[in-house]
């Protein structure tokens, strides 16, 4: 398995637009499975964009917390989406699905390095990626997916009944069953937006598996993805998911070989409050966002059902590890001791609490996908717990040594099966949440 990072710089766009902060973002990479024939052997996610909101400013519900690390005796706060669960309550956050069109032309790309990468005959194509194509269409299969409806999941993971999100949430601070929850309501389907990509900026090409897929360069359509947040005017309390059909992102000019990304999540707020780690004042809006490849089923060879863990990219994938990251890293400023694991060693060691990229490319079966190449179930991504990050009383490979620490959410990794997992009753973290 190949594994790589990068770094993600989204820069200031027009005045009137929203500007993510520039972050220097790790990305986590992992093929689907086998070589040569992954989604460019590596299937990334990133973050874009940290804001750290002032009191009142007006942005999606959220409270914040501090906890000792007991490995290092420090303080850390972190901010999540929702209610305080020491306080319980029922929140729920407003989504808005845009579909993003993506048209790719065929003008002369240089498809050698693919090709020679993937061992066939790579061609660029003309080819029109619409979301809001076909019956159901993806954003049809979103919106009956686990992401936004109910399901129950098996007792490896808590048991519970509920939201992807929600399950989640109440399994991290031992809230099974009880009347504590942080849901997703979908308000509307935006109209699609139509993007042209130029030739320079991106490529639509045959897989070896017959599917097609298209690429384009990060920074370009970061900066169109800032745009389009400024001309959409999207209350900064609703989520914009922005949704693209099997549609992912290289970095650098006509770099094919250095893909893909398949979503990011961050945060953002109006042209001319600074620049770098930005503070709100007063009630300036603050906009969380997330984007997100819906994959189609089959399109990498790699995919492997069968594998344990099982690997690969596909259907929700992608959204459901922005969906959970965002819930524990709204605002892509959360802080943690440095951790390093031999699941992402791309990391190296890293302070960010992004609850998928230890455990990416990690899926379990859920059921009702209407899709027969998905054999019918959705494919969310595993997650860690925050009680991974916050050392619950275990160790997740400390920067210079190393002990295993607490389990996957899935318990799909064997390095992360030791005693303590999220949802007990000796959670240390929901045990200093209580006092």
Known sequence: MKITSRAVLVAAVAAGALAAAPLAAATAGASPGGSGTGPSNDARFATAGSVTPAYGARTIPHWSFTYTDP?????????????????????????????????????????????????????????????????????????????????????????????????????????????????????????????????????AYQRFSGAVAGIA???????????????LQIDPTTVPIFLTHNVLLYDGHGNYTNCCTLGYHGAAMPLGHGAGQTNGQG?????????????????????????????????????????????????????????????APQYGCTSSLETGDPVVGVWFPLAGNPDPAANNVWHPEDEVNANWFTRDGTTPWVC??????TPSWDRALPRFLLPGTTGSPTSRLAAELDR
């Open 217 to 231: 360069d990060s920074a370009w359509f970061s900066t169109k993805l800032q745009q389009l947040m400024g001309s």
């Open 400 to 405: 210079g040594r190393g002990t295993a620490g």
């Open 71 to 203: 490995t290092n005796s420090q303080s850390y706060t972190a901010t999540m989406v929702g209610s305080d669960p020491r306080q319980g309550g029922s929140t729920t956050v407003k989504t808005e699905i845009i579909p993003l069109e993506f048209t790719f032309v065929a003008a002369g790309q240089d498809m050698s390095a693919v090709s020679a990468l993937y061992g066939y005959d790579a061609k660029a194509q003309n080819w029109d990626a619409d979301p809001t194509a076909g019956t159901p269409s993806d954003v049809d299969k979103t919106l009956a997916s686990p992401i936004f409806r109910s399901n129950t999941y098996d007792p490896d993971l808590g048991g519970d009944t509920g939201q992807y999100g929600d399950v989640f949430m109440r399994a991290q601070f031992n809230k099974i069953g009880s009347g504590y929850h942080v849901n997703l309501a979908n308000s509307s389907v935006l109209p699609k937006q139509t993007i042209a990509v130029p030739a320079t900026k991106g490529v």
């Open 283 to 343: 009630n300036n809006p603050v906009q969380t966002f997330i984007y997100a490849a819906y994959t189609t089923p089959n399109t990498y060879t790699g995919f492997s059902p069968t594998t344990s863990p099982r690997r690969g990219i596909a259907d929700i994938h992608a959204l459901s590890h922005e969906v959970a990251e965002w819930l524990d890293d709204p605002f892509v400023n959360n802080r943690v001791q440095p951790w390093l694991t031999p699941t």
